[in-house]
C-alpha cells in the first residue's frame, strides 16, 4: 500500500492550500484518514481525522480554518487549508487505517509527507 501526498507549496498568511492524499495497492477498505504535520524541530502533531462513515474531527489549532474530506471511491483524503497562519508551516503528512486485501489485518500507513510553508 502507498500513499501519495501532494498540494504543498509556499503561500503567503491568509491564504489557501487545498492538499491531496491518494493510497494505492492491495487494498480491500480504510477505515480511517488523517492528516498530521511536523514543524521544523518539533514533533509531530494530529491535524484532522475522517473515519468511513463520514465523522470528522479537527484539532482545535485548524478549527474553522481547515476542512478534512474523502473521497471512498478514490481512496483520497483531501485537506483544505483556508486563512492560513506562518505557524502553520510544517510538513503534511497523511496516515490511513488499511484493511489489506484478502486478509482482515489492519496496518497503518504513512505517506511521505509534502511540505508547507506560509509566509509572514
Known amino acids: 500500500v502507498q500513499l501519495q501526498a501532494s498540494g504543498g507549496g509556499l503561500v503567503q498568511a491568509g491564504g489557501s492550500l487545498r492538499l491531496s492524499c491518494a493510497a494505492s495497492?492491495?487494498?480491500?477498505?480504510?477505515?480511517?484518514m488523517a492528516w498530521y504535520r511536523q514543524a521544523p524541530g518539533k514533533q509531530r502533531e494530529y491535524v484532522a481525522i475522517v473515519i468511513g462513515g463520514g465523522t470528522t474531527n479537527h484539532a482545535d489549532s485548524v478549527k474553522g480554518r481547515f476542512t478534512i474530506s474523502r473521497d471512498n471511491a478514490k481512496n483520497t483524503v483531501y485537506l483544505q487549508m483556508n486563512s492560513l497562519k506562518p505557524e502553520d508551516t510544517a510538513v503534511y503528512y497523511c496516515?490511513?487505517?488499511?484493511?489489506?486485501?484478502?486478509?482482515?489485518?489492519?496496518?497503518?500507513?504513512w505517506g511521505k509527507g509534502t511540505l508547507v510553508t506560509v509566509s509572514s
Open positions: 495497492g492491495s487494498i480491500s477498505s480504510i477505515n480511517v
Open positions: 496516515n490511513a487505517r488499511v484493511v489489506v486485501r484478502n486478509t482482515r489485518d489492519q496496518y497503518d500507513f
